[in-house]
Protein backbone atom coordinates (compact mmCIF):
# COMPACT_ATOMS: atom_id res chain seq x y z
CA UNK A 1 0.00 0.00 0.00
CA UNK A 2 1.34 3.34 -0.58
CA UNK A 3 1.79 5.91 2.43
CA UNK A 4 0.34 9.29 1.05
CA UNK A 5 1.63 12.38 2.69
CA UNK A 6 -0.83 13.87 5.16
CA UNK A 7 -0.69 17.45 2.98
CA UNK A 8 -1.93 15.10 -0.24
CA UNK A 9 -4.66 14.12 1.51
CA UNK A 10 -5.65 17.72 2.77
CA UNK A 11 -5.51 18.66 -1.12
CA UNK A 12 -8.12 15.51 -2.04
CA UNK A 13 -5.68 13.29 -3.77
CA UNK A 14 -7.85 10.81 -2.33
CA UNK A 15 -11.47 10.32 -2.01
CA UNK A 16 -13.34 10.29 0.59
CA UNK A 17 -13.80 6.29 1.72
CA UNK A 18 -10.90 5.27 -0.11
CA UNK A 19 -8.15 3.22 2.15
CA UNK A 20 -5.31 5.02 2.74
CA UNK A 21 -2.00 4.73 4.39
CA UNK A 22 -0.37 7.37 6.27
CA UNK A 23 3.12 7.54 8.29
CA UNK A 24 4.33 10.25 10.59
CA UNK A 25 4.89 11.20 14.42
CA UNK A 26 2.07 11.10 17.23
CA UNK A 27 1.64 14.47 18.47
CA UNK A 28 -1.45 13.92 20.89
CA UNK A 29 -3.46 10.65 21.73
CA UNK A 30 -6.47 11.25 23.66
CA UNK A 31 -8.05 8.40 25.18
CA UNK A 32 -12.34 8.50 25.02
CA UNK A 33 -14.59 6.08 27.73
CA UNK A 34 -16.27 5.15 24.62
CA UNK A 35 -13.71 2.72 23.63
CA UNK A 36 -11.14 5.13 21.11
CA UNK A 37 -8.43 6.62 20.94
CA UNK A 38 -7.91 9.72 19.00
CA UNK A 39 -4.70 10.04 17.92
CA UNK A 40 -2.85 13.62 15.56
CA UNK A 41 0.04 12.37 13.40
CA UNK A 42 1.52 15.23 11.28
CA UNK A 43 4.42 14.36 8.57
CA UNK A 44 6.29 17.24 8.08
CA UNK A 45 4.45 17.90 4.76
CA UNK A 46 2.08 20.71 6.21
CA UNK A 47 1.67 22.16 9.80
CA UNK A 48 -1.85 20.27 10.21
CA UNK A 49 -2.12 16.96 11.44
CA UNK A 50 -4.62 14.45 10.41
CA UNK A 51 -6.53 12.43 13.46
CA UNK A 52 -6.65 8.71 13.37
CA UNK A 53 -9.65 7.30 15.24
CA UNK A 54 -8.23 3.94 16.67
CA UNK A 55 -11.14 1.56 17.86
CA UNK A 56 -10.40 -0.23 20.92
CA UNK A 57 -11.55 -3.38 19.09
CA UNK A 58 -8.23 -3.15 17.39
CA UNK A 59 -5.91 -6.15 18.27
CA UNK A 60 -2.97 -3.93 18.52
CA UNK A 61 -4.95 -1.32 20.88
CA UNK A 62 -3.85 -2.78 24.67
CA UNK A 63 -0.72 -4.07 23.91
CA UNK A 64 0.42 -0.30 21.15
CA UNK A 65 -2.14 2.09 20.55
CA UNK A 66 -2.76 3.05 25.03
CA UNK A 67 1.23 3.43 24.72
CA UNK A 68 1.49 5.94 22.20
CA UNK A 69 2.99 9.09 23.55
CA UNK A 70 4.38 12.00 21.40
CA UNK A 71 6.74 11.72 18.85
CA UNK A 72 6.04 7.93 18.45
CA UNK A 73 6.61 6.91 14.96
CA UNK A 74 3.51 5.24 13.10
CA UNK A 75 2.30 4.47 10.28
CA UNK A 76 -1.70 4.11 10.26
CA UNK A 77 -4.05 2.18 7.18
CA UNK A 78 -7.40 2.82 6.86
CA UNK A 79 -10.13 4.73 5.59
CA UNK A 80 -10.31 8.13 4.88
CA UNK A 81 -13.32 10.30 6.61
CA UNK A 82 -14.09 13.95 7.16
CA UNK A 83 -13.95 15.01 10.72
Not at 6 to 16: E, K, V
Not at 49 to 55: D, T
Request: glycine letters at 8%; charged letters at 20%; aromatic letters at 8%.
Amino acid sequence: MINYSIADLFQGQQSLGSTVSVAGWVRTRRDSKAGLSFIHVHDGSCFDPIQIVAPAELDNYESEIKHLNTGCSIIAHGKLAES
